[in-house]
């Protein structure tokens, strides 16, 4: 399994890079918003302590790499067209051996994808991204066995190869002028699949891991790459400074953190107090029952929503999806004029209330339904002896709440029913539908 299909097709079948990754499957888009939740209520009968891995020391790329080169499945017209113009600009690079111009369009494509996904945000980052690309491309080349490998080297083709990584980095080309702005657009929308994607893994069924490095961005590539030094000082200090600014003006806070995401605030915020509120309500997340929300409106297929109910505690968790159908680049997803009309769907008894953690203001759902919030809030809870107290709700979008009211059953069908037989799938709700792809040689 692991040289056939993770070191070699995983290095050849580069429909969307995203989806080749260890235990999952190239040929799986992700997967609906009901297998989403079918998948945790199983966990929660069957192995609720399992752990939620999104990197480790043997994934091909970074968990935000990933998440920016997912956005392209939203966009796939624009996607094509860019592509087949990249191929025109960069055709002259390639070198020629036998009427052939090397790399092959196969690999082409996969460097287009690896660019987009594992740029530095920083400028003074990408002197020394060219030398990881260049690394980077002579394992893939070598891992798929098909125009070089280990044990037979192709030094012309790892040579054009290298020649081709070195112009695609040339900062003065053509191509550069046209792609950056194309890859920082995607890098925006990334963030969010990233924050959405993180909010999810601290609230699901079972215990979140966090590879060393991954509280900030993560835009390794495969190993060695995903191996190199982790600067956990750089780590405690951006932490104490979060933690600072927050103390000041949450809202505030996080809109800095958004607005400028290079330094990965924006992540380690959501981490921090996604943490925290773990730890605050243990048997929530390690005995809770598992509920999904259901979502109405116009973009109901924009959210993931789901409630984790102990007793009369109970967290709830939104992450939006599909942001290039919601938001303009740099937009956050929040407010009316986004949402419109969708509204999440609680139990009645759960109607709050809800309070903004900035400005104090209540939140009380109308009826059975809420509209999303936005922004840091902070839900009053009610514990069995009937205490007062405050719980921080973690928002822009990406939200968890610690709400009062009474516990709720799940719904469908009963713990004991559920089919515990199933392999290990992965979950990548963000990605929304196939397309062709590639290069055609």
């Known amino acids: ?184 657009e995607i890098a925006g929308y990334g963030v969010y699949n990233s924050l959405a994607r993180t909010a999810l893994k601290l609230a699901m069924v079972g215990v979140p891991d966090f590879y060393q490095g991954c509280e900030l961005w993560d835009l390794s590539l495969v190993d060695p790459d995903n191996r190199r030094p982790v600067d956990y000082g750089l780590r405690q200090r951006l932490l ?60 109901q297929n924009h959210v993931v929503a789901f409630a984790r109910v102990f007793g009369r505690q109970t967290v709830v968790a939104i992450a939006p999806r599909f942001y290039t159908g919601l938001i303009k680049n740099h937009e956050l997803p929040l407010g009316d004029r986004v949402w419109q009309e969708t509204r999440l769907v609680l139990p009645s008894h759960l109607d709050g209330p809800w309070h903004n953690e900035v400005t104090g203001a209540t939140l009380m759902a109308a009826g059975s339904s809420c509209p999303f919030p936005s922004g840091f809030a902070r839900a009053r809870r009610h514990d069995r002896r009937g205490t007062g107290l405050e719980k921080s709700l973690l928002g822009k979008g990406f939200e968890l709440f610690a709400c009062g009211g009474h516990g709720f059953q799940t719904t469908g069908q009963a713990e004991g029913e559920l089919d515990c037989k199933f392999g290990t799938p992965r979950f990548a709700v963000v990605v929304r539908k196939p397309f062709a792809g590639g290069l055609q040689q």
């Open 240 to 299: 104490a400074a979060v933690k600072a600014r927050v103390a000041t003006d949450p809202l505030a806070a996080l809109a800095e953190f958004l607005q400028t995401p290079a330094d990965g605030k924006a992540k380690l915020v959501l981490i921090w107090r996604g943490l925290h509120l773990r730890q605050q309500y243990p048997e929530v997340f390690q005995r809770g029952e598992y509920v999904p929300l259901p979502v109405l409106g116009s973009l």
């Open 1 to 184: 399994m692991a040289k056939g299909l993770e070191d070699t097709v995983m290095y050849l079948y580069n429909r969307l890079l995203s989806l080749n990754e260890v235990g999952g499957s190239p040929m799986r888009f992700g997967v609906s918003v009901e297998e989403f939740h079918q998948f945790n209520q199983r966990q929660h009968a069957c192995f609720p302590h399992g752990l939620t891995a999104t990197a480790t020391h043997d994934t091909k790329r970074g968990e935000d790499t990933r998440s920016r080169l997912q956005v392209l499945s939203e966009i796939p017209e624009e996607w094509e067209a860019r592509l087949q113009r990249w191929r025109e600009i960069n055709s002259p690079h390639k070198k020629r051996i036998e009427g052939r111009g090397l790399p092959a369009a196969n690999d082409e494509y996969a460097l287009y994808q690896t660019l987009i996904g594992a740029l530095p945000w920083e400028e003074q980052d990408w002197s020394s991204f060219e030398e990881r690309v260049q690394a980077y491309a002579v394992k893939s080349v070598r891992e798929g066995k098909t125009h070089s490998s280990w044990l037979r080297p192709d030094a012309v083709y790892e040579e054009a190869l290298g020649h081709f990584v070195s112009a695609l980095l040339n900062r003065d080309s053509a191509f550069w002028a046209d792609f950056l702005p194309f890859q920082q």
